[in-house]
């Protein structure tokens, strides 16, 4: 199994951008998907994460209301789109496989196979 994240991009304060992860694999969908991120010399954060059966989601307090993850079960792809975007949102951004198929966790070692990142940056 593979995860290819895409859609990162330069956008201003109060914008939007929709970012995909994409998976090979077809045992894939059977756990949950999260999105992580990185910014420059700090710990990589939990954003988002969501199951595939039920579609339940868990969010991080500083992202809630203004980030929703999503899933297309035909298209083995997960998204998050992200508005009323912020200067601290500016991360690289990774979506990542967790080892529980119903277990909502943002802990990072519940996760166990990550895509490669995608570079969000929100500059005026």
């Known amino acids: 199994v593979q995860l290819q994240a895409s859609g990162g991009g330069l956008v201003q304060p109060g914008g939007s951008l929709r970012l995909s992860c994409a998976a090979s694999?077809?045992?894939?969908?059977?756990?949950?998907t999260g999105w992580f991120r990185q910014a420059p010399g700090k710990e990589r954060e939990f954003v988002a994460a969501?199951?595939?059966?039920?579609?339940?989601?868990y969010y991080a307090d500083s992202v809630k209301a203004r980030f929703t993850i999503s899933r297309d079960n035909a298209k083995n792809t997960v998204y998050l789109q992200m508005n009323s975007l912020k200067f601290e949102d500016t991360a690289t951004y990774y979506c990542?496989?967790?080892?529980?198929?119903?277990?909502?966790?943002?802990?990072?070692?519940?996760?166990?196979?990550w895509g490669q990142g995608t570079q969000v940056t929100v500059s005026s």
């Open positions: 969501i199951t595939w059966s039920t579609g339940s989601t």
């Open positions: 990542a496989r967790s080892r529980y198929s119903s277990y909502l966790s943002g802990r990072r070692n519940d996760y166990d196979l």
């Open positions: 694999g077809r045992t894939f969908s059977t756990y949950i």
